[in-house]
């Protein structure tokens, strides 16, 4: 217990000090190489790219592309809200802004799918130029061409339920995956997933128990071959609010019983928003356990190590 003490203290420590660099810098510091040229983190979490990704601000979605060229994130209550890109010219990395399909403040969960050129995103756009915005949340794609990113486009039902359908998450066969808190769910909030058919999302399954549960599950990350899925829930038996599980498929179908993350994950405050790197070497994490929502990053092994033994 005192060596955590000590963990977290400096770890706040450090955090404080960005804040405070953040706050007197007047451009973005020089950024090369991969992972906007961060010292890797181990097996304990850290705040990524503290000043600089991680600000007073609050962040959430973030992604890289598979080529590592290419970093989404999404930043709130500050001079620019919404998702932001930055992107790897000739070795430096580029002045976080707003993403070409981006409405601003009605933006925060997306994710970049595995063939890096299509973010599905979840938005609380107006549907209809001059509509005012819609009270929750729906699910929104746009592709990536020679000329730009496309004006992004609403999925339909039943996909889109009009009852806050969010935070995307896409295997490499295109499966989509999502919570809503649509009806006929087993909780406050579901997962369900989507397989395509000839391109377009024709069907809607609920995963069902053990995932899903009387209390809320949202937030889901799916393995790009749909190994595991991570999400998070705000199940008994957690370490406080929203805690993170994992589940892995198994051979039959079907999923293993969720697992917490554990303490080293999860805290008496709010963990949401994973995601695994398309290299598989990083777990990306959102969380406010010091009062600020941060995104945060470690070694990705430990997610094998999670995994049930036979």
Known sequence: MMVRTRAITSLASVIALGLCSWAQADELPVLKGPYLGQQPPGQTPEVFAPSIISTPAPEGSSWFSEDGRLFLFTRGRSAVNGILLMEEVSGVWSEPRLAPFSAGQHDWDFVLAPDGKTVFLASGRPVHSGEPAPRDHSIWMSRRTAQGWSEPERLPRPVNAGQHDSFPSVAADGTLYFFSGRDGGLGQGDIYRSRPVRGRYLEVENLGAPVNSASHEVD???????????????????????????????????????????????????????????????????????????????????????????
Not at 226 to 254: N, Q, T, W
């Open 220 to 310: 889901p990350f799916i393995a790009p071959d749909e190994s595991y899925l991570i999400f998070c829930s705000d199940r008994p038996g957690g370490h406080g609010k929203d805690d993170m599980y994992i589940v892995f498929a198994k051979a039959g179908g079907g999923w293993t019983a969720p697992v917490n993350m554990g303490e080293t994950v999860n805290s008496p405050h709010q963990e949401y928003i994973p995601s695994v790197s398309r290299d598989g070497k990083y777990f990306f994490f959102t969380t406010n356990k010091f009062g600020n929502r941060d995104i945060y990053w470690m070694d990705a092994s430990m997610i094998e190590r999670l995994r049930p033994r036979r």
